[in-house]
């Protein structure tokens, strides 16, 4: 329960930030921010439980991102996310990522 409260809360904070971040399709910068609360700002998570993303490969990530988007594949935080997301932002999180080293 103390976990998916915690999921809940991020979530929320976040949302906003990424709402802002989808009304500015070409500020790369604001998209990616939305991403770094939990990936790390290197791609690093701060924590066990969200993956590493740095250095990812860029095909690797477009297909998880759109299997989050497309429910084949569900998360209390990406799956919202990522339905929020157009063809044109996640190839940006994805090349962003890929190209980040470890």
Same mark, same amino acid.
């Given at each position: 329960?103390?976990?998916?409260?915690?999921?809940?809360?991020?979530?929320?904070? +976040? +949302?906003?930030? +990424?709402?802002?971040?989808?009304?500015?399709?070409?500020?790369?910068?604001?998209?990616?921010?939305?991403?770094?609360?939990?990936?790390?700002?290197?791609?690093?998570? &701060?924590?066990?439980?969200?993956?590493?993303?740095?250095?990812?490969?860029?095909?690797?990530?477009?297909?998880?991102?759109?299997?989050?988007?497309?429910?084949?594949?569900?998360?209390?935080?990406?799956? &919202?996310?990522?339905?929020?997301?157009?063809?044109?932002?996640?190839?940006?999180?994805?090349?962003?990522?890929?190209?980040?080293?470890?």
């Amino acid at each position: 329960m103390k976990k998916l409260l915690l999921n809940l809360t991020i979530f929320i904070l +976040f +949302f906003n930030s +990424f709402t802002y971040a989808q009304s500015n399709l070409d500020d790369d910068v604001n998209l990616i921010s939305s991403c770094v609360a939990c990936h790390g700002q290197n791609g690093i998570s &701060p924590n066990e439980e969200w993956p590493n993303l740095a250095g990812q490969k860029k095909q690797y990530l477009i297909i998880q991102l759109n299997n989050f988007k497309q429910s084949q594949r569900v998360n209390v935080l990406m799956s &919202p996310i990522s339905k929020m997301l157009n063809e044109k932002q996640i190839e940006a999180i994805a090349n962003y990522y890929s190209n980040l080293g470890l």
